[in-house]
């Protein structure tokens, strides 16, 4: 940044206090001097106005005196300035205060005398003679130009007087208003990894620096979930990365202390058994980071009937149950075609993992929602656990091995999978028992 930008950058106040008041001090002065200059300048043309209606009333009466009576009439005239003036600028008559030499004839005319400033109007005239004169009329400005200074004087003090006084007002009231917002930035500050549960005071206002202290908190909460779910994932994400790594280590010192009893085959066989479950943890670990990031997914359609066949058609091949996919009819969505086709593997593979002999897949489309329906005949899902099911980690059915038991983390991509596009995902009991698994999606025309 260049040397005069860094000190102007210094030079603007910093505080939303002082930004505030001298935001406020300079529209102010701004708009009282604007409204000055235009209150002088119309006052100017009110007085002027009146001064020249003066004028031209004491003219009016002049010219009719002189008119009759001829040049003469307007001897007696005094605090005016009155002159008949002829052929060559000859003074004919003149008042008390209007000696020669002669007066502007110039109608509206300004002419100064002694300090005195007068307003001169004139007009032509026929004598009682036959000859022809103009008669010249001066009224004194020297009330409007007091009037003028007066108020230009009272609004030189007033304005800045004004001015200073709005911005003390605005600077304390800022500052009041401002103070509990100056708490709680204290109170966030102060909010740490180990303080745990903290919140801040909530003024009982209920104006804006309220709603933000509210909105401060429900944001320490929900940081707070995260964190807990974070180190709670931390926790089981290790433990599960743990055990691979510690059989085959065991596997391993024991092929080394008796490599005379450890089969080859055998060892190889669990090492490859142990990658497998590492690989498919960490490839769900790598999934899910992905969908905390990505948020919402904007795709192209997916045929979820395609996905669902591809599904069933795998399962069969396995030959490890029996399934039924007389119920997928066409439903097509917008999507991350990748993405959908591991929700519905997901939900097929858990079928499969729960199923006594038969897993049955479905799709179908219920107004302007599309749905893949997943049942098996297992032992089903008791209605307190159907929500923790798509916890990361989760195993309902702790006697099984991990093996059979999968990582504990498919049905948390499907959870987080479905919402990324916009949908939902819930368990529900199968007609012949089991486990219903039913995701809905909006369905795409």
Known sequence: MPERAQR?????????????????????????????????????????????????????QATARVEADGARAVDGYDEVLVQVVGRGGRVLAHG????????????????SDDGDRWLLVADDVDLPDGTEATVVFGASLDAADTATTTVVTLLGVGVPVLVLLMGVGTWVVVGRSLRPVERIRRQVAEVGGASRGARVAVPGTGDEVARLAAT????????????????RFVSDASHELRSPIASVRQHAAVARAHPDRVDLVELADVVSAENDRLAALVDGLLELSRLDERG??????????DLALAEVARVRSAGLVAVDGSGIGPAR????????????????????????????????????????????????????E??????????????????????????????????AHGGSVRVEDAPGGGARFVVRLPRSD
Do not use: C, K, Y
Request: glycine share 8%.
């Open 96 to 111: 008390d205060d209007a000696d020669p030499p002669a007066l502007p004839t110039a109608d509206e005319s300004r002419w």
């Open 216 to 231: 401060m908190n429900d944001m320490l909460e929900r940081l707070d979930r995260s964190a807990a779910a974070q180190r």
């Open 296 to 305: 919402a997914v904007e795709g192209r359609p997916v045929d979820l009937d």
């Open 333 to 384: 969505v917008l999507g991350d075609e990748r993405l959908l086709g591991r929700v519905v593997r997901n939900l097929v593979d858990n079928a499969v993992r729960h199923a006594d002999g038969r897993v049955a897949v479905g799709v179908r489309t219920v107004g302007d929602t599309a749905e893949v329906v997943v049942d098996d005949d297992g032992s089903g899902i008791a209605p307190a």
């Open 386 to 419: 159907r929500e923790r099911v798509f916890d990361r980690f989760v195993r309902l059915d702790e006697a099984r091995s991990r093996d059979e038991g999968g990582s504990g983390l498919g049905l948390a991509i499907v959870r987080d999978a479905v919402r």
């Open 8 to 60: 102007a950058a210094l030079s603007r106040p910093r505080s939303v206090r002082a930004r505030t008041t001298f935001a406020a001090v300079l529209l102010v002065l701004a708009a009282l001097v604007v409204g000055s200059v235009v209150f002088v300048t119309v006052l100017r043309l009110v007085l002027l106005d009146g001064v020249r209606s003066t004028a031209e009333s004491g003219l009016e």
